[in-house]
């Protein structure tokens, strides 16, 4: 057993008194989370006393699963199969003051400070890491579920620990009524199922704003060996390209001596300018070949890797930047022969939109859009943490849960709208 491995499990073992308890599987697992690899051991524990089991069943009553994070051993999960205590685990975490007394020590934050309650629905209850009250992005999701009794049933840590310990000082100020231009610059339209009249909705896409108004973060990094194309692909002759479809069941195997050195995630080697020409040709043959009439109607507009594949992502040429919905191929390659493994085409779900190809009429003005959304739009303070500048920058996260119907010229929230179309 790896040195590493070893002192986990004894960590784990120590901290949570297991001696009634036999180690049945253990394995290593790495995420890839905001550009950073993180590593994590996973342990089953069986009661030393359990019954008869085999591998067909659910694992025996009072198992525990416990996760650990290997570079600083705190746990980042936590699951009981059955009524079992765990030691050093209050057995009521009803009680607010225990329950955050309990997560301090388990996260080394402090309540309100470094972390803060998000929300509360029946016994689960979840919390998000902050500054001093303020959301970071990317951060922590903690989520806690109780049983009825208010015992521990799951434990779970998800995320990033603050990137930074710079934040900028300033009060939040930020309001809609100075930041009009980035508010129709969100808008999407898109298409709400229906058999009998298609209807036109339009809805914000959620974005970061900064103090000033003038700049916007996504909500989401892009992948960070993510190489921006934007080629039109075109061909002068007949393509006679073809593949076979393979199937290829994804291996991340994960060793101790990669947790060991924390190595960085496979997803985020570089790809070389050579790579990146051979999947461009092999991309520009397959839609040459698949779609012989259409060149000039297909952009390869990135290329990036998804172990053990390398995606090559097109999207359709004249497609309407505020489509929701837009057309996409995602072809995968075998990152080591450049095979072609499989085309996942999304044609089938943009046609649940009825006509979503349509873009924004120029007959509905985006003064209209915005009038009537604007008393539902939401601006809530974060601080998002910018790479260029090494800190965090406190922004606004604008969102909303409404959209506006074309046809009826009414406001309604995005969850009923597959109740409209359902029931019209």
Not at 210 to 224: F, I, K
Request: charged share 25%; proline share 5%; hydrophobic share 35%.
């Amino acid at each position: 057993m790896h040195p590493l491995t070893k002192d986990l499990i004894s960590h784990i073992q120590d901290k949570y008194q297991l001696n009634d308890y036999v180690l049945h599987e253990t394995f290593y697992r790495r995420e890839k989370i905001h550009g950073e690899t993180q590593y994590s051991l996973e342990t089953c524990w069986f009661p030393i006393n359990h019954g008869p089991w085999s591998e067909d069943e659910s694992y025996p009553d009072g198992t525990i699963e416990i996760q650990v994070d290997t570079a600083t051993k705190r746990t980042t999960s936590i699951h009981k199969n059955g009524a079992v205590a765990i030691y050093s685990v209050p057995e009521d975490l009803c009680d607010s003051d225990i329950r955050i007394a309990w997560l301090e020590q388990e996260l080394g934050m402090t309540f309100e400070k470094q972390f803060m309650f998000l929300t509360h629905q029946v016994s689960l209850y979840q919390y998000v890491s902050c500054h001093h009250g303020i959301r970071l992005s990317p951060g922590l999701f903690i989520s806690l579920e109780l049983t009825n009794e208010g015992a521990l049933d799951s434990f779970s840590i998800y995320g990033t620990p603050a990137l930074s310990n710079k934040y900028s000082t300033e009060l939040f100020t930020l309001s809609l009524e100075q930041m009009a231009p980035i508010i129709s610059q969100q808008f999407r339209s898109f298409s709400i199922p229906n058999e009998h009249q298609r209807k036109l909705a339009y809805a914000i896409e959620e974005t970061f704003v900064s103090q000033d108004g003038l700049r916007t973060y996504p909500l989401c990094n892009p992948e960070t060996s993510s190489v921006a194309i934007n080629e039109i692909v075109t061909w002068d002759k007949p393509s006679t390209f073809s593949y076979t479809r393979k199937l290829i069941k994804r291996r991340d195997t994960v060793t101790a001596l990669d947790a060991e050195a924390q190595t960085s995630h496979p997803d985020y080697r570089p790809l070389t300018d050579e790579m990146l020409e051979t999947c461009q040709s092999i991309a520009v043959d397959l839609i040459a070949a698949e779609y012989p009439e259409e060149s000039g109607a297909w952009t390869i507009q990135e290329i990036h890797r998804d172990f053990p594949f390398i995606n090559v992502v097109v999207r359709r040429t004249r497609d309407d930047i505020n489509l929701a919905y837009k057309r996409r191929l995602t072809i995968l390659l075998m990152e080591d022969t450049f095979e072609v493994s499989l085309i996942v085409d999304n044609e089938a779900f943009i046609d649940l939109f009825h006509d979503s190809t349509q873009g924004l009429p120029n007959s509905v003005p985006e003064e209209v859009i915005r009038h009537a959304l604007m008393p539902y739009l939401t601006l809530k303070p974060y601080y998002v943490f910018d790479r260029a500048l090494d800190h965090y920058v406190l922004c606004g996260l604008l969102d909303s849960n409404h959209a506006y119907l074309l046809t009826t010229n009414e406001v309604v929230l995005l969850d009923d709208l597959y109740v409209i179309s359902a029931t019209d």
